[in-house]
């Protein structure tokens, strides 16, 4: 597994509004972005990224299904964009804190759930981007488990594939919650050409899932 | 003007110097107790409405709420529990969840509303919850969870609670749960976000 640290990347508080619940055409109202300007800040010079992944070749794809040395992901999505895939990229997205949580209020509190949880999806993204220009290949949407038709099982995968401990990120063995709360774990593929088969398309929460920001 | 349109101007507009001046002139010119009725419930339910009508997003919504919570903190009130509530409801999130943001705003509106809450936190193991019932003889076990991979370490919790305190009503929320989940699993109300928490929480302790 390979572990990458980096800064997050910049984040302008208007990019983070859709996240809290805002529609295009709303800005909130002033007092509320002062705080989202001020935690914000707070969030992008106190947290890093840490990044654990690896990269596969050796991977089968059936019509619905996958399967790698260790595991096999039941989703007739994935299987679709593997078709076209060279590599398999299996990775684990954290944020680490580097002061300790402060005492909020509720709103403040909800405020920073929700752009921890913004910065960590952008950080991933980025990431994802820069391993996918240094391979000199495309990448495809994430699928992370518990997502699309892929089951929360599928941390299993990720437990096997990776070391999340070297993290310091704990996978609950019935629920597979993970701790921190703010880490992602996911699957893309890397090839050649676009993979441009987007199930986000033809789902019916796309409007709520946080997945379907990598739609826009 | 008169005083509580300015407070709820101030909360129109987020204003928290004004809010809060208000506040003070309230707290040294009014009976602490008539400060309850005349102005933070029609502040709380001003919010609410202003909410439930898309006025304004939940980050409005819970910034007024916590300056409500506040002008609440700061009065001399014989019976801390706002309404002469004495309801008792123990709060917590699932074995295994570790998501307690929903489950921190429940907490915060049923404080505002006057309800004892003893928060559990997240991650509570079903023994804790059935102990706490138990101890502080909760009239209502409310049950977070954001994970459908809970769900049966959710049920048997239920029917642990239900098998020792009958008395005692159990409500659940969460992102997979829906009102006939929750009916399956043996609680006794599904509540679906913080418009419909109160309603449904004072129509449950009546029926």
Redesign the interface.
């Given at each position: 597994m390979y572990i990458v640290e980096s800064i997050l990347p910049e984040i302008e508080p208007a990019e983070t509004f859709k996240s809290?619940?805002?529609s295009k055409k709303?800005k909130?109202?002033?007092?509320?972005q002062e705080?989202i300007e001020s935690t914000l800040e707070r969030i992008l010079n106190n947290t890093r990224l840490l990044a654990g992944y690896d990269i596969i070749c050796d991977f089968e794809v059936e019509p619905k299904r996958l399967h790698t040395k260790h595991a096999s992901i039941e989703s007739t999505h994935m299987a679709k964009i593997a078709n076209s895939a060279q590599e398999m990229l299996i990775a684990l997205f954290t944020l680490k804190e580097l002061e300790d949580a402060k005492e909020n209020?509720?709103?403040q509190?909800?405020?920073e759930?929700g752009l921890k949880a913004y910065a960590l999806e952008r950080a991933q993204q980025r990431m994802m981007q820069e391993i996918a220009r240094q391979k000199n290949k495309y990448v495809s949407l994430p699928f992370s488990p518990?997502y699309c038709d892929w089951e929360?099982t599928g941390q299993e995968l990720i437990m096997q594939h990776l070391d999340p401990e070297a993290l310091g990120v704990h996978i609950?063995s019935?629920?597979?919650?993970?701790?921190p709360?703010y880490s992602i774990s996911c699957v893309s593929f890397l090839g050649y050409e676009k993979m441009e088969n987007n199930p986000c398309k033809y789902c019916n929460i796309k409007n709520t899932c946080n997945q379907s920001r990598y739609l826009s | 003007m008169s005083t509580n349109q300015n407070l709820l101007q101030a909360l129109n507009h987020l204003d928290k110097n004004l809010f809060f001046e208000e506040v003070e002139s309230l707290i040294r010119n009014e009976p602490h107790e008539d400060i309850v009725n005349a102005y933070f419930n029609p502040g709380l339910e001003h919010t609410k409405e202003r909410y439930e009508q898309n006025y304004i997003g939940l980050p409005e919504f819970l910034l007024s709420v916590q300056w409500l919570q506040e002008l609440l903190n700061k009065l001399d009130l014989k019976n801390r529990t706002q309404n002469n509530k004495q309801i008792k409801i123990v709060l917590g999130v699932i074995e295994g969840d570790p998501h307690d943001m929903g489950k921190n705003i429940v907490k915060k509106l049923y404080e505002c509303y006057g309800y004892q809450v003893i928060d559990l936190g997240k991650d509570v193991s079903q023994d804790k919850f059935v102990q706490s019932s138990q101890e502080h003889e909760a009239d209502i076990v409310g049950i977070s969870t954001m994970m459908s991979t809970t769900m049966e370490v959710l049920e048997k919790t239920i029917q642990r609670i239900r098998e020792s305190r009958p008395e005692c009503r159990i409500v659940t929320g969460g992102a997979f749960i829906n009102a006939a989940i929750a009916s399956n699993i043996g609680a006794d109300k599904y509540i679906e976000n913080a418009i419909n928490l109160i309603p449904e929480t004072e129509e449950l302790l009546t029926n």
């Open positions: 809290l619940g805002y709303d909130p109202p002033s007092a509320v705080i209020n509720i709103a509190e909800f405020i759930h518990g929360l609950h019935q629920t597979y919650s993970m701790l709360v | -």
